[in-house]
T-cell receptor, first 114, second 111 residues
């Protein structure tokens, strides 16, 4: 199993541009998550999904959108990129939503908005 | 304001020394997890603790969940360079399975 994969690894955007961060998992997990990680701030939950067709906002959803058309894929869309969205983005998945379940993380996408 | 406060923020020690990392909150958690993250990679789960006062050992790593389930600690005995990384605690409150992460402790073990 590849686990959780993310593309691209790095990206530089200009202010106002849009892009989609791709995330896929091959573990047949129902739950998927998008986090952003900023220095000294830990990981903040952006959006999550409990299954195909179902998504919900996390702690910091403004400026982002998601969709979940299949169990495997959970893309994160940035519209009108802003410097405040410069961060490292991690996608994660888990089999269930119970608090003791393991979340498996992808390798991350480092995004810079100039 | 972080729901989970980790201390210290940075820790640099010599190989063979012991270290302790703390994770504190004013909130009660139904469970708490510790992750380790290496540069350029995503976090990897080390352990989950669920019972107040619980102690779990993973080789040279000892994890403890506070009696009141508001805090946790990670102790590494005889640290090795391979223990170098960012250690993150993450908690789930009883009515919310979504994780809240601490800011992390960067541990550097010098050979």
């Amino acid at each position: 199993n590849a686990g959780v994969t993310q593309t691209p690894k790095f990206r530089i955007l200009k202010i106002g541009q849009s892009m989609t961060l791709q995330c896929a998992q091959d573990m047949n997990h129902n739950y998927m998550y998008w986090y952003r990680q900023d220095p000294g701030m830990g990981l903040k939950l952006i959006y999550y999904s409990v299954g195909a067709g179902i998504t919900d906002k996390g702690e910091v959803p403004n400026g982002y959108n998601v969709s979940r058309s299949t169990t495997e894929d959970f893309p994160l869309r940035l519209e009108l990129a802003a410097p405040s969205q410069t961060s490292v983005y991690f996608c994660a998945s888990s089999y269930s939503g119970i608090s003791t379940d393991t979340q498996y993380f992808g390798p991350g996408t480092r995004l810079t908005v100039l | 304001t972080q729901l989970l406060e980790q201390s210290p923020q940075f820790l640099s020690i010599q190989e063979g020394e012991n270290l302790t990392v703390y994770c504190n909150s004013s909130s009660v958690f139904s469970s708490l997890q510790w992750y380790r993250q290496e540069p350029g990679e995503g976090p990897v789960l080390l352990v989950t603790v669920v019972t107040g006062g619980e102690v779990k050992k993973l080789k040279r790593l000892t994890f403890q969940f506070g009696d009141a389930r508001k805090d946790s600690s990670l102790h590494i005995t005889a640290a090795q360079p391979g223990d170098t990384g960012l250690y993150l605690c993450a908690g789930a409150r009883s009515n919310d399975y979504k994780l809240s992460f601490g800011a992390g402790t960067t541990v550097t073990v010098r050979a």
